[in-house]
């Protein structure tokens, strides 16, 4: 069976974690589309052109250590406006999406312009206030050294990248049901998540 669920929305809204619950629950696979940028992002940190590292991607590159970083997190957002890096890490978003068995995808246009045709589409977001706190909880206990201020700057930036960025914008699908999780425990907005997920597969 071959059963696509998109799941968008900003950074830090909390889609990844969603997505990875929503995908366990019904035992599909899982792609946060998010690491294949941070993955082209860190090696271009490293000097490395944007174009042939994302030619030349492999599965185990999404496995590096250092790829939450806040500033591979910028890098990823950088070369994530680029539309020749996108079209080549399209095709292999969409192989991965039609696997025996089902999977999630979550990234920014995945039921946009990725799999505009998957069963079930989800928007995740919340204010921008709350998913700055939350970035900056997890950068602290992860042990890197920054400032809210300077969090809430770089998701506020990276919002305006996503959204107006010529090609491939982060915008709700049409379709997609919209889960704001600004006032909702991670609890309640997976139970929201496998809610609509579990009506998209039963119409």
């Given amino acids: 069976m071959s059963f696509t669920i998109a799941i968008d929305g900003p950074a830090a809204a909390g889609k990844g974690t969603i997505s990875k619950a929503v995908a366990a629950h019904f035992m599909m696979a899982h792609l946060d589309t998010g ?5 082209v992002g860190a090696q271009v940190i490293a000097g490395s052109d ?4 994302a030619q030349s991607l492999q599965a185990e590159d999404l496995q ?7 500033e591979v997190a910028q890098a990823a957002s950088q070369v994530a406006v680029m539309a020749d890096v996108r079209a080549e890490l399209l095709e292999f978003q969409r192989r ?5 068995g089902g999977a999630v995808l979550d990234g920014r246009d995945i039921g946009t312009v ?7 589409k989800l928007f995740v977001t919340a204010d921008a206030t709350i998913r700055a706190q939350r970035r900056y909880k997890e950068l602290l206990e992860g042990g890197f050294t920054t400032s809210f201020e300077q969090v809430l700057s770089d998701v506020l ?5 996503d959204r107006g960025r010529a090609t491939a914008p ?7 049901v919209v889960i704001d999780t600004s006032d909702m425990s991670m609890e309640t907005a997976i139970a929201a998540a ?3 997920v579990q009506k998209g597969i039963s119409s």
Avoid: C, Q, W
């Fill in 96 to 100: 991965f999406a039609r696997r025996d």
């Fill in 114 to 120: 990725i799999l505009p045709d998957a069963e079930v």
């Fill in 35 to 39: 690491l294949l940028y941070r993955a």
């Fill in 50 to 53: 944007p174009l042939k590292v």
């Fill in 194 to 196: 496998i809610s609509a």
């Fill in 170 to 176: 982060m915008v709700v699908a049409a379709d997609a």
């Fill in 64 to 70: 590096r250590p250092g790829l939450r970083t806040a």
């Fill in 157 to 161: 930036a990276r919002d305006t990248r």
